[in-house]
């Protein structure tokens, strides 16, 4: 399987949370599963860090690059098509512009997005596949 974390769920398994439940989790540790951090959240995490919004702990910005990649997961960067193309994600009513292209890459990629956040629920009908259990 080939997977997309939000931005909380990669967060919480840098930090080793246990916010995520245990399948969840398994399939971000299984080595068959492919898992994805896209540079939106690390531009989310940024800009929420920088306006203090996000507290890292002992974690700095510029180290979740390396730790992503030290537990295996690939980076993905925002395509010039995806980014023109975002406007056509036909769901409206949830206006989170990093959730939204986070789902939009998702979609394109054909990839399942690993997200708590219940109003994720809305794009399924428009293609989003989901994984929080």
């Not at 989310?44 to 996000?54: D, S, T």
């Not at 979740?64 to 994600?89: D, F, H, Q, R, T």
């Amino acid at each position: 399987m080939k997977y997309l974390l939000d931005t909380h769920a990669f967060l919480w398994t840098v930090c080793g949370s246990r916010n995520i439940p245990k399948m969840t989790r398994s399939a971000i540790r299984n080595p068959d599963n492919d898992v994805y951090v896209s540079s939106v959240s690390f531009w989310e995490i940024a800009l929420k860090a920088r306006l203090g919004k996000l507290d890292l702990g002992s974690i700095e910005t510029d180290d979740l690059i390396g730790l992503s990649e030290e537990m295996g997961m690939e980076l993905i960067s925002l395509a010039p098509e995806e980014a023109v193309s975002y406007g056509k994600l036909e769901e409206s009513s949830h206006f989170d512009p990093f959730d939204r292209m986070l789902i939009w890459q998702a979609i394109g990629r054909s990839l399942t997005m690993i997200s708590k956040d219940s109003e994720f629920g809305k794009f399924v009908p428009h293609g989003l596949k989901l994984l929080w259990r």
